[in-house]
C-alpha cells in the first residue's frame, strides 16, 4: 500500500542527518495521501542508518495504525492533527535541531532580521506557550498539534506563509506541499534560527527588517505577482 509515498517518505527522512538536523533518532517526516485521508510516518525510535523504504508506517488522520509492522513515530498525533487543519500542505517534519531548539527552550519566536528570513516566512517564526500540565498528561502529542492548530488561527497566520513554528520547551515543527518540501522548510528554518542567534550576539540591540524589505522579498517568491526563480521555484 501506498509504496511510492513510502519512498518518498523514507528518502525525506533520511535527509535529516544529511543536513545535520537530528541526533540519534531524534526527529521524523511524513508525507500524506489526501485521497486516501492516510499518511506515511517514520516508525519509532528506529536508528536512521537501519531505516528502509518499507518500515514506513502508514497511519490515517485519526492517528490508527493502518499497515505496517513498526509503531509509528510517537509524534504520529500532531502530524494527524495537522493534516486534518492544515488542509493545504503535503508533509511535516519534526526535528530538535539545535539552533531552533534553543530559541524554543528560550520561550521567544524567532525574529525576522533579514532577507533569507523573509524569503521563505512572513514574519517571525512564532514559539508557542508551554502546554499546560492537564494538557501534557491528557494527550501531549495530540494537544500539540491542537496548539498549533488554536494558536495559527488566534494570531491570523497563514500556515503556507508561515510553514514552521517552534513550541516551547520541545522544538520546531515544519511542513510543506509534500515531505521533501518540508525538510527544505525544516533547513532553512534552522539556519535562520542560526542567523538570528548569531545577529543577536553580535548586536544585542538589533531591530526586525523594515517591513517593506520583508514584503518584497516574500512576496517576490510567493503570490500571483512572484517573479523569482524559473516558473516559481524555490
Known amino acids: 500500500m501506498l509504496e511510492e509515498l513510502k519512498?518518498?517518505?523514507?528518502?525525506?527522512n533520511m535527509l535529516l542527518p544529511k543536513y545535520?538536523?537530528?541526533?540519534?533518532t531524534w526527529g521524523n517526516v511524513s508525507g500524506v495521501d489526501r485521497e486516501k485521508k492516510v499518511f506515511v510516518i517514520k516508525p519509532s525510535g528506529v536508528p536512521y542508518e537501519d531505516l528502509k523504504p518499507e518500515d514506513m508506517v502508514v497511519v490515517d488522520f485519526d492517528g490508527n495504525k493502518v499497515e505496517g509492522a513498526m509503531n509509528p513515530s510517537s509524534d504520529t498525533p500532531t502530524h494527524a492533527w495537522l493534516y486534518k487543519k492544515f488542509d493545504k500542505i503535503g508533509g511535516i517534519v519534526h526535528t530538535h535541531s539545535s539552533y531552533a531548539t534553543s530559541w524554543a527552550q528560550s520561550g521567544r519566536s524567532i525574529p525576522c532580521y533579514g532577507t533569507t528570513h523573509a524569503d521563505y516566512y512572513y514574519g517571525e517564526v512564532p514559539c508557542?506557550?508551554?502546554?499546560?500540565?492537564?494538557?501534557?498528561?491528557?494527550a501531549y502529542e495530540l494537544n500539540t498539534g491542537k496548539l498549533i492548530v488554536d494558536e495559527f488561527a488566534r494570531m491570523g497566520k497563514d500556515p503556507e506563509a508561515v510553514s514552521a513554528v517552534i513550541c516551547k520547551n520541545h522544538g520546531p515543527f515544519a511542513w510543506g506541499k509534500d515531505p521533501e518540501d518540508a525538510v527544505?522548510?525544516?533547513?532553512?528554518?534552522?539556519?535562520?534560527?542560526?542567523?538570528?542567534?548569531?545577529?543577536?550576539?553580535?548586536?544585542?540591540?538589533?531591530?526586525?527588517?523594515?517591513?517593506?524589505?520583508?514584503?518584497?522579498h516574500y512576496y517576490r517568491k510567493h503570490g500571483a505577482n512572484a517573479y523569482y526563480g524559473q516558473g516559481g521555484a524555490k
Do not use: S, W
Request: aromatic share 6%; proline share 5%; with cysteine.
Open 7 to 12: 519512498k518518498k517518505v523514507y528518502e525525506a
Open 20 to 24: 545535520g538536523l537530528v541526533t540519534f
Open 128 to 138: 508557542l506557550r508551554c502546554l499546560t500540565e492537564e494538557e501534557i498528561e491528557d
Open 184 to 216: 527544505h522548510c525544516a533547513v532553512v528554518l534552522e539556519e535562520v534560527a542560526k542567523m538570528a542567534f548569531r545577529t543577536e550576539l553580535i548586536n544585542p540591540k538589533v531591530q526586525p527588517a523594515p517591513q517593506e524589505l520583508q514584503d518584497k
